[in-house]
């Protein structure tokens, strides 16, 4: 089995910055591609920012140039640094990973959520 728990979240003012961390644990053997989701309140889950394990990435328009995703391929960790935060970024942000097990098993796991709430 294979966990995933993220961290970072809280609430922050317009303008300012947060780091969300992920971190994958368990019958590990690798990961592959990571990702940030995230659900703002009566929307629909959307992809933030993605990146593969030789570290390219690709991110949602409306947070190119504010956010950052990086990841630590011996610690199966993905970080999401958060620049000049707006209220629209307020949402629940959802840690995604594809992983395979030790025992050779390849499959998409989810982190139980984080929240974010930007407001004054």
């Known amino acids: 089995q294979v966990q995933l728990v993220e961290s970072g979240g809280g609430l922050v003012q317009p303008g300012g910055s947060l780091r969300l961390s992920c971190a994958a644990s368990g019958s590990i053997f690798s990961t592959n591609t990571m990702r940030w989701y995230r659900q703002g309140p009566g929307k629909q889950r959307e992809l933030v920012a993605a990146?593969?394990?030789?570290?390219?990435?690709n991110y949602a328009d409306s947070v190119k140039g504010r956010f950052t995703i990086s990841r630590d391929n011996a610690k199966n960790t993905v970080s999401l640094q958060m620049n000049s935060l707006k209220p629209e970024d307020t949402a629940v942000y959802y840690c995604n990973a594809n992983a395979r097990t030790v025992g050779g098993y390849l499959s998409n796991y989810w982190g139980q959520g984080t929240q974010v709430t930007v407001s004054s």
């Open positions: 990146i593969t394990s030789g570290g390219s990435t």
